[in-house]
């Protein structure tokens, strides 16, 4: 495959090349893609069981169950994969074009046991390549970039996750549920084409003997990157899915406006969610990387600072939509930050020999993380009220804080 000159090449001096790559872009593009790509089956896939096939609820909740839970050991997985660069780029490739057909099969299912495998193994493929994308993208730029280049990725999947419903509702208006999910492989399959761009603009590994798959989790636990993970451990045991964010305005409002003007207020809440998450991450890259070595240790610290202020807001009751809009706003800057914060330190700290199986861990302890916060959460609001789950939340948040304040003390290794 062809290459490019210097200025994809990590290994240049920081000081004449620029950090927005043609690497990156191509990276940041495939996010995009994917993101639309997968919440246009994501977002239909409720009308498609219950409606289309018939399915109960209980059914739509176990495949997600089992979807989730099998793309959380595929993350862990992926992360051993993607250790050795060159099966990194395979798998990358394979994992987005995979993912792409696969969701976009649903669509043509008949039978609730077709779409429960096809999202299953979709999803599968979808955990399998987070660490190998998020490794190559360390290999595409300088680690004096690390924080612009993961906030420009976070940002870019950041609005898929606003274009993607929308083209849902315009896709079901003109064609239907099933057609709509059909045609989100075209978004998909360009997503994979851009990762095969990202990779012909990556300067080519050099030539090594090929690295043994393993799982690596000890070595990955040691110094600075050890005392990193375990403050990421804390937070992502309280960072709950953003559907609890919207059951918590949709619960608030609905005695007052109604269900559905409740329901579409609290849609809106979650948009506004997502575009300060898009509107965040590329300026706490920026910060991360002018503070240095500690940057994105710094930056992480007040994304969680920010989520902290978030739950504690949401433990108010209240039906003013401005006082609702302002944790939903904060929970959205704080998870812009705590992404690329989280995905910047992972590359400076691990060691390019053991980047894949770090990736790997940091993606498996926030799909593990999400899933605990989210049962927990849960099973507390409905036994007590939701004040004790935010403030259960919050707790969690100001441990996060504590522990980071502890490793950011410490001067991280390059």
Not at 97 to 107: D, E, I, K, M
Not at 111 to 139: E, F, H, K, M, Y
Not at 216 to 245: I, Y
Not at 300 to 312: I, K, P, W
Request: glycine share 10%; net charge positive.
């Amino acid at each position: 495959m062809a290459t490019t000159a210097n200025t994809d090449d990590p290994t240049a001096n920081a000081a004449n090349q620029p950090w927005l790559t043609r690497g990156v872009g191509g990276i940041g593009a495939a996010s995009l893609l994917a993101d639309v790509g997968h919440e246009v089956p994501t977002a239909l896939l409720p009308s498609l069981l219950t409606s289309t096939l018939g399915a109960p609820a209980a059914v739509l909740g176990l495949v997600e169950g089992v979807s989730d839970a099998l793309a959380g050991g595929a993350r862990f997985a992926g992360g051993a994969l993607a250790d050795d660069p060159g099966r990194r780029r395979r798998v990358a490739v394979g994992g987005y074009t995979t993912t792409a057909v696969l969701a976009s099969l649903t669509g043509a299912a008949t039978s609730v046991w077709q779409v429960a495998i096809l999202r299953a193994g979709a999803w599968t493929a979808r955990g399998l390549r987070v660490p190998a994308r998020n490794a190559l993208l360390a290999d595409v730029v300088h680690p004096s970039a690390y924080g612009r280049a993961y906030g420009f990725e976070r940002m870019m999947d950041n609005l898929g996750a606003v274009f993607g419903p929308l083209l849902a509702l315009g896709l079901v208006a003109a064609v239907g549920v099933r057609w709509a999910i059909g045609l989100s492989v075209i978004p998909g399959l360009l997503a994979a084409a851009a990762i095969v761009y990202a990779i012909r603009h990556t300067t080519r590994p050099a030539a090594r003997a090929k690295v043994p798959l393993r799982f690596q989790v000890r070595p990955v636990l040691r110094g600075d990157l050890g005392r990193l993970m375990a403050a990421v451990t804390a937070f992502e045991v309280g960072n709950v899915a953003a559907t609890l964010l919207i059951l918590r305005a949709t619960e608030l409002l609905t005695p007052v406006r109604g269900v559905t003007v409740a329901t579409t207020l609290a849609l809106a809440l979650y948009t506004l969610y997502n575009l300060a998450a898009t509107a965040a991450s590329l300026p706490a890259g920026r910060t991360a990387d002018r503070l240095g070595a500690r940057g994105p240790i710094w930056v992480l610290a007040a994304g969680v600072g920010l989520f902290l202020a978030a739950y504690l807001g949401f433990t108010v009751d209240t039906t003013n939509l401005a006082l609702l809009a302002l944790p939903f706003a904060a929970a959205g800057i704080a998870i812009g930050c705590v992404e690329t914060a989280e995905h910047s330190a992972v590359a400076t700290l691990a060691p390019a020999h053991l980047r894949g199986s770090a990736f790997g861990l940091l993606a498996t302890l926030q799909a593990g993380g999400n899933l605990a916060a989210s049962a927990i959460a849960g099973i507390l609001w409905t036994a007590t009220s939701p004040a004790v789950a935010f403030g259960y939340l919050a707790a969690w948040m100001l441990l996060a804080l504590i522990l980071l304040a502890a490793a950011g003390r410490r001067r991280p290794t390059a």
